[in-house]
T-cell receptor, first 116, second 114 residues
Framework: EAQVTQNPRYLITVTGKKLTVTCSQN?????MSWYRQDPGLGLRQIYY???????DKGDVPEGYKVSRKEKRNFPLILESPSPNQTSLYFC???????????????FGAGTRLSVL | QKEVEQNSGPLSVPEGAIASLNCTYS??????FFWYRQYSGKSPELIMF????GDKEDGRFTAQLNKASQYVSLLIRDSQPSDSATYLC??????????????FGTGTRLTIIP
């Protein structure tokens, strides 16, 4: 089954304790992205990756890191989490983000993070 | 001005009626547009995408695109209670680095009243 898998689904942590949210896709997609979703602010892109070893900042990258060492995996790293990073996080992937191609983004189930 | 704007709602529509959701975007060069549905606490799922001016129909859903006016809309015919959700408009915008990136509106919350 084609899917984007995020782990963990729920996470409660404390300020300053490093954490990693994993994302894996089994569709051989080139493009992967991380979003956070907050009430009233919608989905905002944190980082994206066009392919292996190619990553770029989205709209709200501060406080986050990513890496893309393998095509299927795109982990999100919070080196020193703070309470303002409490949010619902989604990973997404697509074959490629090409305006002329009928590619769509597939979303993971989400990770609800609380930073105390 | 926000890059992608939607009325946050809530929009209440009687069951069986037509629900009309609207979205405007700022980048005149945008060429691909998407509508996602999101149930509370769940991930967004794609309903429709449209690239050309005009209408595109898929079952009870019709996407409409008007590039000259920079708006895209979604019509839901014969609305059902299961259509109650938040609908996200997404637009491919050109980033500062020349890459296309998908930018989402804040969503419109739709409630279908039985």
């Amino acid at each position: 089954e084609a899917q984007v898998t995020q782990n963990p689904r729920y996470l409660i942590t404390v300020t300053g304790k490093k954490l990693t949210v994993t994302c894996s896709q089994n569709m051989n997609h080139e493009y992967m992205s991380w979003y956070r979703q907050d009430p009233g602010l919608g989905l905002r892109q944190i980082y994206y990756s066009m392919n292996v070893e190619v990553t770029d900042k989205g709209d709200v990258p501060e406080g986050y890191k990513v890496s893309r060492k393998e095509k299927r995996n795109f982990p999100l790293i919070l080196e020193s989490p703070s309470p303002n990073q409490t949010s619902l996080y989604f990973c997404a992937s697509s074959l490629k983000l090409d305006i002329l191609a009928k590619n769509i983004q597939y979303f993971g189930a989400g990770t609800r993070l609380s930073v105390l | 001005q926000k890059e992608v704007e939607q009325n946050s709602g809530p929009l209440s529509v009687p069951e069986g009626a037509i629900a009309s959701l609207n979205c405007t975007y700022s980048d005149r060069g945008s060429q691909s547009f998407f509508w996602y549905r999101q149930y509370s606490g769940k991930s967004p799922e794609l309903i429709m995408f449209i690239y050309s001016n005009g209408d595109k129909e898929d079952g009870r859903f019709t996407a409409q695109l008007n590039k000259a006016s920079q708006y895209v809309s979604l019509l839901i015919r014969d609305s059902q209670p299961s259509d109650s959700a938040t609908y996200l408009c997404a637009v491919n915008l050109l980033s500062n680095f020349g890459n296309e990136k998908l930018t989402f509106g804040t969503g419109t919350r739709l409630t279908i009243i039985p």
